[in-house]
């Protein structure tokens, strides 16, 4: 069986893999590059793929997989829900592009006409190619895949955390015997700070800010990091009014049709009757003037309403803004963090609020990575992908220096035998 990596090798961004038997091909993934202007992976040409399976919704893993679309119908399987969030996210990033985009609307209503949905762990056959899709614990409705074919079995992580959140339950690591794993290596050198410990810091400084009266903005990605923060708050019964605005509200309302993928959909519950609804400019404008929380996309400030509530929120110094994800370089999230600036339509804003990070990942730390791998059963060969500047390479060494696995970083293209 052959596996060629498509994107996503060495670099963060248009993850796509394709698998392929003497009979059979299918696409793992297939995701857009996020830069000024989008990145594609490479090209396979759709009459030689029988199906795709897609991950999870976020759009370095599922942006380009209309492109399959365009001139006949092809199975894209995945979870219900990821299918809903998927599209939402799709939708939006065609009708947010300046910039020219292979596919439109109507390739985008043929994805989801061909979608199939899969259960976890639910066995699935494609030519002599069988796989199944085990819980990821990174987005709801992600998965990893396990994927078996010429008596092989191959784990591809995806984007995966083995810790689990508010919103989420860990990710199934119950992977059996393998023969090869392609894993993500996001933050394979770095640890997150222990999720007790941050989460109170961030209760804390929350209510330290709403007390003296200011309001607390939190720019936050729509699907998933948007909800966790709202049940954060609630698991921590959190008094003061909480509102929640934008694309946020969609795939809350997505969310609360699939409560059986949340961990505690009891807590998910209590956090959407404890939020308020943004509906209209009105109550836009009076929320970001009172005493409480904001919770808005974008998570990096790239549009939605947080650019228009950090102007307001951004002027008084008794008011916040904590950003609770990753800023990629380049962002005015980032701007945010390194300077205390932003620029929204051009303008340079200096910003008077306090600025604060806290790192509520979804993905592995350095040590559940490493714990992942010494866990592995078998003798599997590894792959590393999905990392920046270097850290795919360094993960790869660290395999084969401490574990004493096979181990490689793929370069985009690359193509290996199982
Ligand atoms: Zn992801
Ligand atoms: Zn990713």
């Not at 003497?22 to 040409?45: A, C, E, R, S, W």
């Not at 300046?98 to 985008?108: A, K």
Request: charged share 25%; with cysteine; net charge neutral.
């Amino acid at each position: 069986m052959e596996i060629k990596f498509l994107g996503g090798a060495r670099e963060v961004g248009r993850a796509a893999i394709a698998v392929k038997t003497g009979k059979t091909q299918i696409l793992l993934d297939y995701g857009v590059m996020l830069n000024h202007t989008p990145g594609f992976p490479m090209h396979v040409p759709p009459r030689e793929v029988d199906a795709i399976v897609a991950t999870h919704s976020h759009l370095d893993h599922s942006g380009a997989i209309p492109i399959f679309h365009i001139s006949e119908p092809k199975p894209v399987y995945g979870t219900n829900l990821n299918l809903e969030l998927t599209s939402l996210l799709i939708k939006d990033f065609i009708h947010l592009s300046s910039y020219y985009l292979p596919y439109e609307y109507i390739e985008l209503n043929a994805m989801i006409r061909s979608h199939k949905n899969v259960n976890y762990r639910e066995e699935v056959r494609v030519g002599d190619i069988r796989f199944m899709l085990l819980n990821s614990g990174h987005l709801p409705g992600g998965a990893s895949v396990l994927l078996e074919a010429e008596g092989k079995r191959i784990l591809y992580t995806s984007d995966f955390n083995t810790i689990e959140t508010r919103l989420l339950p860990k990710a199934d690591q119950n992977y059996g015997e393998l023969d090869a794993v392609i894993i993500e290596s996001t933050y394979a050198d770095e640890d997150h700070t222990e999720r007790r410990v941050l989460e109170e810091k961030f209760i804390n400084e929350v209510i330290d800010v709403v007390e003296s009266g200011g309001t607390v903005l939190i720019p936050a990605f729509s699907v998933g990091r948007a909800q966790e923060i709202a049940c954060i708050l609630a698991a921590h019964h959190f008094e003061y009014p909480v509102v929640i605005d934008g694309m946020a509200r969609e795939a809350s309302r997505i969310l609360m049709g699939h409560l059986e993928f949340l961990r505690d959909p009891r807590l998910f519950m209590d956090a959407i009757h404890m939020v308020g609804w943004v509906e209209d400019w009105r109550e836009r404008k009076r929320v970001a003037k009172r005493p409480g929380v904001i919770i808005a996309p974008a998570g990096m400030l790239k549009g939605g309403p947080a650019t228009y509530y950090i102007q307001i929120v951004g002027k008084k110094s008794r008011n916040a803004i904590f950003l609770v994800g990753y800023q990629i370089p380049g962002t005015p999230g980032r701007e945010l963090m390194e300077k205390g600036r932003c620029v929204i339509d051009g303008k340079v804003r200096k910003i008077k609020a306090r600025i604060g990070f806290f790192d509520f990942s979804s993905h592995c730390g350095a040590s559940e990575l490493k714990e992942t791998i010494r866990g592995l059963r078998g003798k599997p060969i590894v792959f590393t992908i999905h990392g920046a500047e270097g850290n795919c390479q360094k993960f790869a060494k660290w395999i084969k220096d401490e574990v004493g696995l096979e181990a490689k970083a793929p370069n985009p293209g690359e193509t290996f035998t199982i």
